[in-house]
DNA sequence: GTCTATACGAAGATAGAC
DNA sequence: GTCTATCTTCGTATAGAC
């Protein structure tokens, strides 16, 4: 598998914008053309599948490339991750002035019919995350049961607080929900 | 102000579920016809300003529904409105087989250009909820600041288990995340 | 690999008959 | 109040030139 051409991979970047900004309606292929300057004639050349294919490849390598930042954070133990995720979305907030959501939340929620393929591979993404944090939290000392529910509230909170940070342009829902799963984290721990 | 036409009423109903199932894109003039079972001449007779009326009624309609929701609950304290919204969308979840989410994070989520016009709108929706929350929980003992920040946490946790409980086919998520949210909230009341 | 041109369908909106 | 065209725009996809 040789390495992809430059405008391939501009395209899918480009689609991931999209599917945050505007969710999975908005990546139509004359926007993922405008947003990445790719050339018409590419689209069919790189994505035989067309849209449905854009659509799925770019779920793909968003999924990845969050997972690779919890599990690289996973290193700092639960606390680190959380941390990670926030520097993350605070990042990427502010650098698109609160147009960017999560992409793989966007395919989750807008679930048009021709989209509809798509919800395993979101589940898969979900699951991975899950898993990835509830290995974290458990290795802080919580049993397995109670880590896994904590691991489900954080992936909850932080998604929700995404949403409530592009709503009012500030990334305080972000900073509070966050510093309320550090203490349910802590208490958790204690026990 | 006279009472309004069946008619209106079924298709702000209808538009209100695409919203919640497909997202804002999902709410078409011919799919909000075609689940209300309204006519077709009537939807610029009761919605001269066409689909964009439509938009912006039904969110405001399905905001206050939930809103009112949320004011009943106050009355038996946090933990009964965190109950009551918990009822609410295991019922609905389950009712629609999966397929309903939060039709206020729908239009947050799925900002298409022409529906940008109703992002002051979200956000005043979910600033009442929050205030109610606060509200509430202040109530508890908890210090003003403190219960801003849980009921933060509380609308991005529910907010967020809702989309994983689509994506589950499951209501274990919302389970999950409320039973978090209870202990959260326990520690904070006895502090 | 990239371009233009075009076919086809879906969606919003309007006009005019009933 | 409701119906049937019809117009326009947009989005996907294909064909064929360069």
Chains 1, 2 share one sequence.
């Not at 067309?50 to 690289?72: H, K, N, Q, V």
């Not at 458990?138 to 607080?161: K, N, Q, S």
Request: with cysteine; aromatic share 4%; hydrophobic share 50%.
């Amino acid at each position: 598998m040789g390495a992809r051409t430059d405008t391939r991979q501009k395209m899918l970047c480009g689609a991931i914008e999209l599917l945050g900004e505007r969710g999975a309606a908005g990546v139509t292929v004359d926007a993922v053309l405008a947003r990445s300057g790719a050339p018409r004639g590419s689209v069919y050349h790189h994505f035989p599948g067309g849209r449905a294919e854009i659509m799925s490849e770019s779920l793909t390598l968003a999924g990845d490339t969050i997972s690779a930042l919890i599990t690289a954070a996973a290193d700092r133990g639960a606390l680190g991750v959380l941390a990670g995720i926030a520097e993350f979305w605070t990042a990427t907030l502010l650098a698109s002035d609160f147009e960017a959501g999560c992409p793989v939340v966007s395919v989750a929620v807008g679930g048009s019919p021709e989209d509809h393929h798509l919800q395993p591979e979101v589940a898969n993404i979900l699951h991975r995350w899950h898993d990835t944090l509830t290995i974290a939290i458990t290795a802080e000392g919580v049993a397995p049961a109670r880590a896994a529910r904590l691991a489900t509230m954080a992936i909850a909170g932080v998604e929700g607080a995404v949403i409530l940070c592009r709503v009012d342009r500030s990334t305080a829902p972000l900073d509070e929900v966050v510093e309320e799963l550090r203490v349910l984290l802590a208490t958790a721990v204690d026990n």
